[in-house]
Nanobody, 118 residues
Framework: QVQFVESGGGSAQPGGSLRLTCEVS??????????LDWHRQVPGNKRELVAR???????TYADFAKGRFTISRDNARDTVYLEMKSLKSEDTAVYYCRLQAENGLDWWGQGTQVTVPS
């Protein structure tokens, strides 16, 4: 059973920073064979992709994340990170970690709340 430990969420002032961490366990094979994403969701809105890091290390960012957020992974620690800087009130959301296998199967973390007051 795939399990996630997400941490690092909380409150930050506009212009501040937070670092989200997602440690994954219970998957099959090697962690380095999986793609990893961060998504976010505001109540009433659809869940949206924030950033993706493929098993190759290649990254993709949503337009709103470019230049402010950085996704990275530590395969030795089975962990993916999301460094968020220059936070804005519109970044307030629940942030979810996702693990995806090459065949498309995926698993989701429980989410961590990020709040940036306006």
């Amino acid at each position: 059973q795939v399990q996630f430990v997400e941490s690092g969420g909380g409150s930050a002032q506009p212009g501040g920073s937070l670092r989200l961490t997602c440690e994954v366990s219970g998957y099959r094979g090697s962690f380095r064979m999986y793609h990893l994403d961060w998504h976010r969701q505001v109540p009433g809105n659809k869940r949206e992709l924030v950033a993706r890091i493929r098993r190759t290390g290649d990254t993709t960012y949503a337009d709103f994340a470019k230049g402010r957020f950085t996704i990275s992974r530590d395969n030795a620690r089975d962990t993916v990170y999301l460094e968020m800087k220059s936070l804005k009130s519109e970044d307030t959301a629940v942030y979810y970690c996702r693990l995806q296998a090459e065949n498309g199967l995926d698993w989701w973390g429980q989410g961590t709340q990020v709040t940036v007051p306006s």
